[in-house]
């Protein structure tokens, strides 16, 4: 079941959560809207699953539009930050809740929830309360009273929000090895790059209400669209300078720069992201900048270093992987001057 | 205070006052405790039962005028209640679950009961409900008695219980939050469904407890049950009326049997009222905890 969200404005008071927005989830993706707060992605979703209404636009599921119909109407499963499960009942009856209120008969009910239990990995549970469960197992629990509806779509919003790092990543795989079990069209919301990359097949970066970029990890990653997705991927160099016949001139740095061959000088702005740059103990005859190490921070798999070139005024973060190098400058954005 | 039990003796601790002021304070108000209410509510069964048992059932029993007065009070205040669970789960849900125009309003007049003086409250329903008030004429007209009459004694009653559930149920439900009523909704409940399987079981202590809250008031109402009565003995005296009346002939015994049925009450609304203070606490306790683990993250 797609989900196709068009020309979508939601205002509260003066502030515009969503201006004139447009977003397709193809059948069967995991999409993640990215952002940070405030940037429409809740509100999106929310609009999507039918709990809040939008100003103007219109949301369709397949070729059913959608925009009219209520929450309860539409058969979304959605997925709480806070979990939001019923404190009173038993996990057994959490999840058993969707078929209940749509009067399944009581044979049925026990085995499709005692199957979802089996596919969250909580048998022997069925029977504690909400409290007694860790915040990863109640949301394991959400999210299989979700699906106890078999819904046309699943809606997250921040699902592993309110967990610690290490069951947080546990989740994620998990989720991404369930949606490649069940396949159903889902779109979840987070503020988290890192989650959004690794577990979706398709992001959608958000700000102020617009879309600012569209596509999968590997495309947003390798050709961040505009300055701000940039940012947002985490950890941006920032290089101020200019271009002139085919060479870049970046404050000690010259690169070249084939795309503006004009012999014209004109003012850029270079993005380098910090997998970009390499560190050499000695200078290797290529273009470089000097620079001291401030504070190395072995975060895993990459090393985070930040260092100051002092000669220039500039602070540069860099990651690598240790012993190995990065190909350096793969990636320059160049913008202001009206160039490309 | 079992938080200071690990303080060291020879330590004051820094929010402690000089043993002689505690202790005056302690026994001032144990004092009063005593005199106001304890001395009071033993001398009232005291009274009743100085006759002997057989006396005493006499007393409540024998009376015809008497014993109307327990049935007619167990048929005003069941009536009454009744009327506040209702007007009192709607306007909480309101108040806790909308932002509208006029709501800071509406929680304020949900207090208005409390302060206005009863007998002004009886005074308002004999003005619209009397005969020469604004609606006596078409009352008249189809042969419908409030004044005087058991419609009047539950209004007067239910009015003057107004806030007790309401005011119970407000903050219970402003701690709970909508997000589970949310979820049910988006499982498919209808509007029905998700106040039966989970809102209710949510605030049932709550209600519960403003409930027997209620009953106490509703039971003890004196004043504007009083004006809108017409005071009719074996007719329109609820027990407190009919304790005050029995008080004024000097039937001493007869006035402290029924009282001692209604302090009865009293002794009992409390204990029970405990027991539900004590599970609505831990209920509000366990929603601010969950409130605060989801918030912390």
Redesign the interface.
């Known amino acids: 079941m797609s989900i196709s969200v068009k020309d979508v404005t939601k205002r509260f008071g003066d502030f515009v959560a969503l201006d004139h927005l447009s977003v397709e989830v193809p059948s069967g993706a995991l999409l993640a809207l990215l952002g940070p707060s405030g940037s429409g992605k809740t509100t999106l979703l929310r609009i999507i ?1 039918g ?1 809040e209404v939008a100003d103007s636009g219109t949301v369709l599921y397949e070729d059913e539009d959608v925009t009219n119909s209520r ?2 109407d539409r ?4 997925v ?10 038993t996990v057994f009856e959490n999840i058993a ?2 078929l ?3 009067h399944t008969p009581k044979a049925q009910v026990k085995e499709r929830v005692h199957e979802l239990l089996k596919l969250i990995q909580l048998e022997g549970l069925e029977r504690s309360l909400p ?1 007694q469960l860790s ?1 990863g197992q109640r949301q394991r629990v959400a999210l299989a ?2 699906l ?2 078999q819904p046309k779509v699943l809606l997250l919003d921040e699902p592993f ?4 790092a290490k069951v947080r990543q546990e989740l994620r795989q998990w989720l991404r090895r369930l949606h490649e079990e069940i396949h159903v069209t889902s779109v979840f919301v987070t503020h988290d790059q890192e989650e959004a990359f690794e577990v979706a097949d398709r992001v959608v970066i958000m700000n102020k209400g617009r879309i600012e970029q569209a596509g999968t990890p590997q495309e947003i990653f390798e050709q961040p669209a505009n300055p701000f997705v940039m940012d947002f991927l985490g950890n941006v160099n920032v290089f101020h300078g200019r271009v002139s016949g085919g060479r870049a001139d970046l404050g000690g740095l010259n690169v070249e720069y084939p795309e503006y061959m004009d012999r014209e000088s004109r003012e850029a702005t270079a993005f380098v992201r910090s997998h970009e740059l390499d560190i050499q103990r000695v200078r290797n005859g290529r273009p470089a900048l000097q620079a001291n190490i401030v504070h190395i921070n072995p975060a895993g798999q990459v090393v985070k270093v930040r260092l100051h070139a002092e000669q220039f005024g500039v602070w540069l973060n860099s990651s690598s992987r240790p012993g190995g190098c990065a190909s350096s400058f793969r990636t320059i954005k160049f913008e202001g001057g009206g160039d490309e | 205070m079992p938080d200071t039990a690990t303080t060291p003796r020879n330590i004051t601790a820094a929010h402690e006052d000089p043993p002689a002021v505690r202790i005056a304070l302690i026994a001032t108000a144990l004092l009063i405790m005593g005199v106001l209410i304890v001395v009071p509510l033993v001398n009232v069964f005291y009274q009743a039962l100085a006759g002997g048992l057989r006396l005493y059932f006499e007393n409540l029993l024998g009376d015809p005028d008497t014993l109307h007065s327990v049935k007619l009070t167990l048929i005003v205040a069941p009536a009454a209640v009744l009327a506040n669970i209702v007007f009192g789960v709607a306007a909480a849900w309101a108040i806790a679950r909308f932002k509208f125009p006029g709501r800071a309003l509406l929680t304020a007049f949900i207090d208005l009961p409390f302060a206005v003086s009863p007998v002004v409250v009886g005074l308002f329903l004999v003005l619209i409900f009397g005969l020469q008030g604004f609606l006596g004429p078409w009352l008249r007209a189809h042969d419908i008695k409030v004044i005087f009459a058991i419609p009047g004694l539950i209004i007067a009653t239910a009015f003057v219980t107004f806030p007790v559930v309401a005011r119970e149920l407000i903050p219970l439900m402003e701690a709970i939050g909508a997000d589970e009523e949310i979820a049910a909704v988006s499982l498919g409940a209808r509007g029905w469904q998700m106040f039966r399987r989970v809102t209710l079981p949510n605030i049932k202590w709550g209600l519960l407890y403003g409930i027997i809250l209620c009953n106490a008031r509703a039971m003890g109402e004196f004043g504007a049950v009083a004006v809108v009565s017409g005071r009719i003995s074996g007719q329109t005296d609820t027990m407190p009326l009919r304790v005050e009346k029995l008080f004024q002939e000097y039937n001493m015994p007869g006035a402290f049997a029924v009282a001692s049925v209604l302090a009865s009450l009293a002794v009992v609304t409390l204990l029970v009222k405990s027991a539900l203070e004590w599970k609505t606490r831990s209920d509000l306790a366990a929603a601010a905890r969950e409130a605060s683990e989801g918030g912390q993250a």
């Not at chain 1, 709480?80 to 009942?89: D, E, G, I, N």
């Not at chain 1, 929000?161 to 610690?164: E, P, T």
């Open positions: 699953a709990l929450v309860r058969n979304v499963g959605f709480f930050q806070h979990y939001a499960l019923f404190r009173h009942m809740f969707g209940r209120v749509r409290s915040g009273r979700a106890a509806v929000g309110a967990l610690d």
